[in-house]
């Protein structure tokens, strides 16, 4: 079997949270592309259903729009059940749903603080726990990829975004936890840390576009990353050909961090 045909998903099933556009749906489609079924898991219904449709167009497989808030169990527990009911079993889970808040440490109120620990690393572990669940009920293992960031590993300058930066550090130990913990049961669990990667809600928010400025100014290749050069490194952690790859993080940010 050739390594191509090593890194196709056929037949797999995966989760994408925050799928409904960006980074999330952009690696979707990949996964569909490589031959999984793929549910997309979003909060905002109308544009996951969207996101699934232009999916589903993908020849053989077959994907779904599930309403996920992942900070509520409940509502987790719910897009398990219609995974098991659709598809039977879950391969894959890209635990990526975040958000961030640009407010200076001495100004930022403790709900805001909130807002974004939940989005970011209390989602990331309820979606990755009960991913993990159903991969040790199933015992057939799997692959959870974690949506972590460089600013796990550098503070950003010139925003203020000092939940962000904790949040996605947490996300990066909670990787590495849950990757001893379920070796056993031969469940990998690896985090993505991205760079500045200019998403349509990046390249078009105002409040976004001087800074835009700075941060090419400061980079290595003088611009954002494209949604799409993410796509490659999932489709590899979300296939057999990763077998031995488990508890690392994966920093793809054109060498921001290199310095």
């Known amino acids: 079997m050739s390594i191509l045909e090593k890194m196709k998903l056929t037949g797999k099933t995966a989760f994408v949270t925050g799928g409904a556009r960006g980074i999330g749906k952009s690696v979707a489609i990949a996964f569909a592309q490589a031959g999984a079924n793929v549910v997309i898991a979003d909060f905002d219904i109308a544009e996951a259903e969207k996101t699934a449709a232009e999916i589903a167009k993908e020849e053989g497989v077959k994907s779904i729009a599930v309403q996920t808030d992942v900070t509520d169990q409940a509502s987790v527990n719910h897009l398990m059940d219609v995974i098991k009911q659709q598809f039977g079993k879950l391969d894959i889970a890209f635990c990526n ?4 808040i640009n407010v200076p440490a001495e ?17 990331v572990f309820l979606t990755a726990q009960a991913a993990g669940k159903l991969m040790i009920e199933q015992g057939t293992g799997g692959s959870i990829i974690n949506t972590a960031s460089m600013s796990a590993h550098i503070v950003n300058v010139p925003q203020p975004q000092c939940a962000y930066n ?5 996300v990066i130990q909670l990787t590495k ?3 001893i913990e379920w070796a056993k049961h031969n469940i990998r669990v690896n985090s993505l840390s991205p760079g500045y990667i200019g998403t349509e809600l990046t390249l078009n928010s105002k409040d976004l576009q001087p800074l835009i400025k700075e941060w ?14 993410l796509q490659s ?26 310095f």
């Open 97 to 100: 749903a975040g958000i961030c």
């Open 107 to 123: 100004e930022m109120s403790y709900e805001q603080w909130l807002k974004v620990i939940n989005v970011n690393l209390n989602g």
């Open 166 to 170: 904790a949040s996605k550090a947490g």
């Open 177 to 179: 936890s849950l990757a």
């Open 216 to 229: 090419n100014a400061m980079a290595p290749l003088h611009r954002l990353g494209k949604p799409e050069e």
């Open 233 to 258: 490194i999932c489709v590899y952690l979300a296939g057999d050909t990763s077998s031995f790859t488990t508890g690392a993080d994966f920093i793809v940010d054109g060498a921001f961090t290199c």
